[in-house]
């Protein structure tokens, strides 16, 4: 079967089961429920989206292929030198194409390179019209800039690939750099690697052409503009969106845009958005319990990342929500989800950005400890503290002045500073932070560290006070 | 007549055990702010009630010797206690040890009038050796205080487990060696003497006894031997620890008695009693100086026993000393421990007015050291004001919600003050040191002292290094400065800190 015949294939299953899925969505909203934790999701009943430029059908989660398990457990976060589990991601990778996941994302960068030779052996088992590839231009290195450099990234990608074509190329995380335009120019413009790219469209080898992007929106700004203009055409663009970052990204990390405005402006443009980052990292699957509570009183049985994935799918324009899965049980559960989608109602929808408003407001520290910043030369425990600190948001156990309660203010006044001298010893804590900034470029969320400690630290200071 | 004196001596110890284990708490810093509670137990002491001109209390305290005798010896005073449990174990190793013996006039009062003149002009050494209440403070902050931590850190282990969140873990530090020692041969010669002889320290030597000695002749009540019914059997000579009975002369010495009733359960005839006496006989002289040459006194400690315990107690000091190196974690920068820097002027906490008002009116009874939450306190080892308290700020700085000390201190050395005046009391101003500045160093941003600084004393400016460099560095205005030390304290640079406090000769208020 070539890829033509598959994607008549598969959009004749589309229509076929959609008389299906709307009795089944239906039912469940009579029921109140979704299929419990646990359930197997049946097959053949995934939500697709249509590429507007390709026609394709897509399946609407994507299989993010940059946090694949490792051999010793874990991530290669945990066990950087532990080699990535095959014959797992075989297993997921087959799960997934049984349950109509058909879209997998990949670049040169991820697992330490390895990814690409991973998800080549695992996806060259099944017939190359049954999926789509999606893979990145990655040449972050101001090296790999060179134009001879950047294009055997490209080929070395499709040799790891297995494949002769990609179906997504992205210019990888365009905003970036200390310069974005700067650093754009020299990555793409200056080589001539975007037009050598397009070419390569031309010549069938790449399917659809975008870009991810992240940080200065003067870039995706522009990049738009030159879709407008016709100067180039972006048959895709990958952006973070959740329900968080949808209104208050910028309030969670300075660099960053509100979802909203990337989401509408491409679908003004009727540009496909794929997402990335449906979980926060995943911050919105583990989620405090007073949200956890309201999520509960929504909806018995659903997860914290079920929420987040039916919200990332539900607006239209959206391709593809990829998700980067470890355990064969988050394949299972996001499968669950989008077989089929059900959209989020304005109610939920409302109680969604109630729930944002609030995430939002307990200011939590977007650190994974990742101990990249660590030893801190002055001698702070940097990921502990955050931890700590995050985790009483998380167990609601910031102790909260209103007057009224006095004597609980002080319980947990007394519990939170007891608990953050267990955690972390006095000369660790962050008043020792004096801002020298050694830790800032190290860190992969783009934390300012020390503007965090301060902030950690005044509320440490209210807390002895009152 | 022999249940009522039993009685009499029931009640002395029940409320003698329960003021003395409620200044023992406070002395230990007990948690929970129970210390504060009860810092009136503290205040009702002779000593710190003279240096606090607290009439109210040295007047009570005179009214009850007028009336009991030297009762306060036996229930109020915390040494007196401590004396009579060392002495109630030498009475189980040997029962009828005491015997009676003259009073040391000429010592008792020569003691006096050094203490005296030593309070008058200020030469704190002398007085807060003698203070027997602070004596005690220094044995059991010392000494005991460690033990009590190392408990509560159990606990607190125990706690962590269980997350009970209320037992918290202390640091465990040697706050003074010349402390520790003072305090070390103060209760071994102490437990030596009461083992031994009873009351010896507080009839020979201690100011306080003295004092109350001369109202306590006077007393209403006293114990009074009725020669008539006396079998000259000799047991409450022999159980008297303040060997104030001469059974032979059917005397009392009302001037070393301290009221304890413990010839009142031993006559087994009826003959003492504990009555009002008339007035002729109050004022009659009391004193005969049967029995001249029996012997046991203070001066029986020989001075081979003190050498050998000076000794020992040196080496503790340094075995403790040895112990305090910290161990640090693997995957964490080392933190070397900061070193207090030279103060030319030492820094007393706020509402001490001044380090000579210090000097005059603290007996170092370290009771505010103990009430320190943040480490800052800590007996002094200059001579002049040894074992009193200053402020230093390796372990942490002076917490601006904090006034434990100034409520605690029986002496009136630390005046009571309240959280917003102290915001206004500038106990030092902080002085910058160029070569240490991380900044100037290490060449690393800073500002940690500025963003720290309580009162805004600290602006960052411009400075150009000898090789040319423009960096950050503090430039403080002492007019703002309160002297916190929390500058000196997070201070990145080790073990001397850039900036430190050097205290104010009188305290700045406003």
Redesign the interface.
């Known amino acids: 079967m070539n890829r033509r015949e598959f994607i008549k294939h598969s959009s004749a299953a589309v229509a076929g089961t959609s008389l299906l899925l709307t009795a089944c969505g239906k039912q469940s909203a009579v029921s109140g429920q979704q299929s419990a934790v646990g359930d197997e999701p049946s097959a053949g009943k995934m939500t697709y989206r249509t590429n507007p430029n390709t026609g394709d059908k897509v399946s609407l989660l994507g299989f993010g292929m940059m946090r694949l398990p490792v051999e010793a457990g874990g991530t290669e976060r945990e066990h950087p030198d532990s080699p990535i589990d095959q014959t797992a991601v075989n297993e997921m990778v087959d799960y997934a194409l049984a349950h109509g996941v058909n879209f997998f994302d990949t670049s040169p960068a991820y697992c330490q390179g390895n990814s690409e030779k991973v998800t080549g052996i695992a996806l060259s088992r099944h017939p190359r019209s049954n999926y789509y590839i999606s893979t990145k231009l990655s040449n972050f290195s101001p090296d790999s800039w060179k134009r001879e450099e950047s294009q055997a990234m490209f080929e070395r990608s499709l040799r790891y690939l297995q494949t002769d074509y990609v179906d997504y190329l992205l210019l990888h995380s365009i905003g970036g750099g200390r310069d974005a335009l700067a650093t754009f120019n020299g990555r793409y413009i200056d080589n001539g690697i975007l037009d050598w790219l397009v070419e390569q469209k031309q010549k069938g080898r790449i399917r659809n052409l975008g870009f991810s992007y992240h940080g200065d929106v003067r870039i995706f700004d522009m990049l738009l503009r030159w879709h407008d203009e016709g100067k180039y055409h972006w048959d895709f663009v990958l952006i973070e969106l959740n329900y968080v970052d949808w209104n208050y990204a910028n309030e969670i990390n300075p660099r960053n845009t509100d979802a909203s405005y990337l989401y509408g402006e491409l679908h003004k443009r009727g540009i496909p958005a794929n997402v990335m980052e449906p979980l926060l990292g995943g911050r919105l699957a583990k989620q405090p319990t007073p949200i956890l509570h309201e999520m509960k009183k929504m909806d018995i049985n659903a997860t914290p990342a079920e929420w987040a994935f039916r919200f990332a799918g539900t607006p239209e324009g959206i391709l593809t929500v990829l998700s980067g899965m470890t355990y064969i049980e988050h394949l299972q559960e996001n499968c669950r989800t989008y077989s089929p989608l059900r959209p989020v109602t304005p109610d939920e929808n409302a109680m969604l950005m109630r729930l944002a408003e609030q995430i939002v407001g307990m200011k939590a520290v977007p650190c994974t400890a990742c101990n990249y910043c660590?030893?801190?030369?002055?001698?702070l425990?940097i990921p502990i503290i955050f931890s700590y600190y995050n985790n009483c948001l998380a167990e609601e156990l910031m102790p909260i002045a209103d007057g009224s309660e006095d004597r609980e203010f002080r319980?947990a006044r007394?519990?939170w500073l007891?608990?953050y001298?267990?955690a972390v010893e006095p000369?660790?804590q962050a008043?020792?932070?004096?801002?020298?900034?050694?830790c800032i470029p190290h860190c992969p969320q783009r934390i300012d560290i020390p503007a965090e400690m301060?902030r950690i630290d005044s509320f440490v200071e209210q807390l002895?006070?009152g | 007549m022999k249940h009522s004196n039993s009685l009499l001596r029931v009640i002395r110890i029940t409320l003698a055990t329960m003021l003395f284990t409620a200044v023992t708490l406070l002395l230990l810093g007990a948690g929970w702010r129970l210390n504060l509670w009860l810092s009136w137990v503290a205040k009702l002491q002779f000593l710190p009630a003279l240096m606090a001109l607290n009439a109210g209390v040295l007047a009570g305290l005179i009214v009850l010797t007028l009336i009991f005798g030297r009762l306060y010896c036996s229930v109020i005073c915390p040494l007196g206690v401590m004396q009579d449990i060392f002495g109630w174990l030498g009475k189980k190793q040997k029962k009828n040890r005491y015997s009676y013996s003259p009073e040391k006039r000429w010592l008792r009062y020569s003691v006096l009038a050094v203490f005296a003149v030593c309070v008058i002009v200020g030469f704190a050494p002398v007085t807060t050796l003698l203070a027997p209440y602070s004596a005690y403070g220094r044995i059991v902050n010392s000494l005991f205080r460690p033990l009590y931590d190392l408990l509560g850190n159990a606990l607190a282990a125990v706690d962590?487990q269980q997350n009970w969140?209320v037992f918290?873990?202390a640091e465990l530090w040697m706050r003074s060696v010349t402390t520790f020692v003072v305090a070390l041969l103060t209760l071994g010669i102490l437990a030596v003497l009461a083992w031994r002889n009873g009351r010896t320290y507080c009839n020979t030597i201690c100011p306080v006894g003295t004092i109350l000695s001369l109202f306590a002749r006077f007393s209403l009540l006293r114990v009074q031997l009725d020669k008539s019914k006396c079998k000259n059997c000799s047991l409450c000579e022999r159980n008297c620890k303040a060997a104030a009975i001469d059974y032979k002369a059917g005397t009392v010495d009302y001037t070393r008695c301290v009221a304890c009733g413990d010839c009142l359960t031993q006559c087994k005839h009826g003959a003492l009693g504990y009555k009002t006496a008339s007035l002729t006989d109050r004022f009659a002289d009391r004193r005969q100086t049967a029995g001249a040459d029996r012997e046991k006194t203070a001066d029986a400690v020989d001075t081979g026993r003190r050498a050998m315990l000076t000794g020992a107690v040196v080496m503790a000091g340094t075995a403790a000393m040895a112990q305090a190196k910290i161990k640090v974690d693997g995957?964490?920068?080392?933190?070397e421990d900061k070193q207090a820097p030279v103060r030319h002027t030492p820094i007393v906490p706020p509402g001490a007015l001044s380090a000579r008002h210090m000097q005059k009116h603290c007996t170092a009874c370290q009771l505010c050291v103990s009430a320190c939450k943040n480490n800052v306190l800590r007996p002094s080892t200059d001579l002049m004001r040894l074992m009193q308290p200053e402020m230093s700020f390796e372990r942490g700085y002076c917490?601006?919600?904090c006034t434990d000390c100034s409520q605690v201190c029986p002496t009136g050395a630390i005046q009571p003050i309240t959280v917003e005046q102290k915001t206004g009391i500038h106990v030092g101003h902080a002085v910058w040191i160029a070569d240490n500045c991380?900044p100037v160093s290490k060449g690393?941003?800073?500002?940690?002292c500025a963003?720290?600084c309580p009162t805004l004393a600290i602006q960052m400016v411009n400075y150009t290094t000898a090789d040319g460099r423009t960096v950050q560095v503090p430039a403080i205005d002492n007019e703002r400065c309160i002297g916190c030390g929390k500058c000196e304290h997070?201070c990145?640079s080790r073990p001397l800190s850039a900036i430190y406090v050097e205290g104010n000769v009188v305290q700045h208020v406003g």
């Open positions: 660590m030893p801190c030369p002055y001698g425990n319980k007394r519990r007891l608990g001298d267990r000369a660790r008043d020792h932070c004096i801002g020298c900034n050694h301060q002895k006070q | 962590a969140y918290s873990e995957g964490l920068a080392a933190i917490r601006p919600e991380v690393d941003q800073c500002g940690a963003r720290h997070l990145p």
